[in-house]
C-alpha cells in the first residue's frame, strides 16, 4: 500500500489528538457499530521509517514496547498513524488488566497483543475526515498485507447492542464501544464514540493512605471538579495483593507530605498519611453517593499512563 508520491505527508502531524469516548448507560439510537471495550492502554502507533508508540496523554512509550515497535515497522507504510489499545490477555483469551500492569512494571511486554481499531493517516494522506467505516474498511485491509505477531484488527461485533452487552459482562468482559456510522475523527468527545461499562469504574488521584501491619490499610482518592478542584471521593480497602502493596509504598513514599492537598474531611485528621496528588488509581465500585464518595470501591491497579490533572468524573450522557 506503499505510494510513490507522498500526497500530504508536508502536514503529516507529530502528535494526534484522540477521539473521547462518552459513558452512557443504555445504547443510543441511530446506526453504530460496536466493538469489544478492551482493558488495557489506548495506545497510537506513529510509523514514518520508524515506529513510535503513544499514550493517549502523549508519553513516548515505544523503548518500554521494543518487541512491538519492530512487529509495527513490518507494515509496508510511511507516514501513518493508528489508534488502537494494549493489552495483556489471560488464558481465556480475556484482557487482563493487572497482568498488563506487571508486564509494564517488569517491562516482559513480550505478551502485549496490540489491538488497532482506526486508521487515521496513511502515507501521509489524513482519513480522520472520512466516515468511520471506510477508515476501519482501509485498516483491515492494510492489516492483511503481512502477518504480525503482536498485532490484531479490532472487530466489529454483529449484534443488538443490548445483547453484546450482556453477553460482554457475562464472561467478564469490560463493555463495548460503539462508534456512529459515518462520524468523522474529530480529536474530542463530540458523542460520535461512546462506551457501554458492565460495572462502575474509573480512575482516581491517590491523596493519602492510613496504615495497617502490611503497609497500607486502604487508599484514600479524590477527582477534580467541574472548576478543576480535587474533591474527597472515599477510601478503597480491598483488592490489594501482596506485591502491589509493595509497588504502592515504593511509589507512595517518595510523596509523603505533612497536610492533605485539600480540604479534607475533619475525621480523618491526623488518622492518614498525605502523599502529593500525583498517583492515579483505578477503581470499581458500587455506586458513587450523593456526596461523591465511593461504595464498595475495589482497587484494580496504578495508571501510569494518564496524569493525575486530567482525572474527574466520568459522567453518563444523553443518548445521541
Known amino acids: 500500500m506503499r505510494r ?3 500526497r500530504g505527508a508536508k502536514n503529516f502531524p507529530h502528535r494526534i489528538q ?3 469516548v462518552s459513558l452512557l448507560t443504555r445504547p443510543p439510537r441511530g446506526d453504530w457499530v460496536y466493538e469489544i471495550k478492551f482493558d ?3 495506545m497510537f502507533a506513529r510509523i514514518d521509517g520508524g515506529v513510535g508508540l503513544f499514550t493517549k496523554n502523549g508519553y513516548d512509550w515505544t523503548k518500554r514496547m521494543p518487541r512491538l515497535a519492530q ?3 513490518s507494515l509496508p507504510v510511511r507516514a501513518t498513524w493508528l489508534d488502537g489499545e494494549v493489552v495483556v490477555q489471560d488464558d481465556d483469551d480475556r484482557p487482563a488488566f493487572q ?4 508486564a509494564f512494571a517488569s517491562g516482559k511486554t513480550d505478551r502485549l497483543i496490540y489491538y488497532v481499531f482506526d486508521l487515521l493517516f496513511i502515507d501521509g494522506v489524513d482519513l480522520r475526515p472520512r466516515p468511520v467505516e471506510q477508515r476501519r474498511d482501509l485498516l483491515r485491509v492494510l492489516l492483511e ?9 479490532s472487530e466489529t461485533l454483529d449484534a443488538d447492542p443490548a445483547h453484546l452487552l450482556a453477553s460482554a459482562c457475562a464472561i467478564g468482559i469490560e463493555g463495548i464501544v460503539g462508534k456512529r456510522l459515518g462520524s468523522s475523527y474529530v480529536g474530542e468527545r463530540d458523542g460520535s464514540w461512546i462506551k457501554l461499562k458492565c460495572q462502575q469504574r474509573q480512575e482516581f488521584v491517590v491523596l493519602g493512605f492510613t496504615r495497617s501491619s502490611a503497609g497500607i490499610g486502604s487508599l484514600l482518592i479524590g477527582l477534580h471538579d467541574d472548576a478543576g478542584q ?6 478503597v480497602r480491598s483488592g490489594f495483593t501482596g506485591r502491589e502493596l509493595e509497588r504502592l509504598m515504593d511509589q507512595l513514599r517518595p510523596l509523603i507530605r505533612g497536610t492533605p492537598a485539600l480540604q479534607a474531611p475533619q475525621k480523618l485528621s491526623g488518622a492518614v498519611v498525605w502523599v502529593d496528588p500525583q498517583l492515579v488509581c483505578e477503581v470499581k465500585f458500587a455506586e458513587l453517593t450523593p456526596a461523591g464518595k465511593v461504595r464498595h470501591a475495589v482497587y484494580i491497579a496504578l495508571r501510569e499512563d494518564k496524569p493525575a490533572s486530567a482525572i474527574s468524573l466520568e459522567s453518563d450522557t444523553d443518548p445521541v
Open 18 to 20: 484522540p477521539q473521547l
Open 40 to 42: 488495557g492502554y489506548r
Open 4 to 6: 510513490s508520491a507522498m
Open 145 to 153: 498485507q503481512v502477518d504480525l505477531d503482536q498485532v490484531r484488527f
Open 230 to 235: 480535587l474533591q474527597y471521593a472515599g477510601r
Open 71 to 73: 512487529d509495527l515497522q
Open 99 to 102: 497482568a498488563l500492569q506487571e
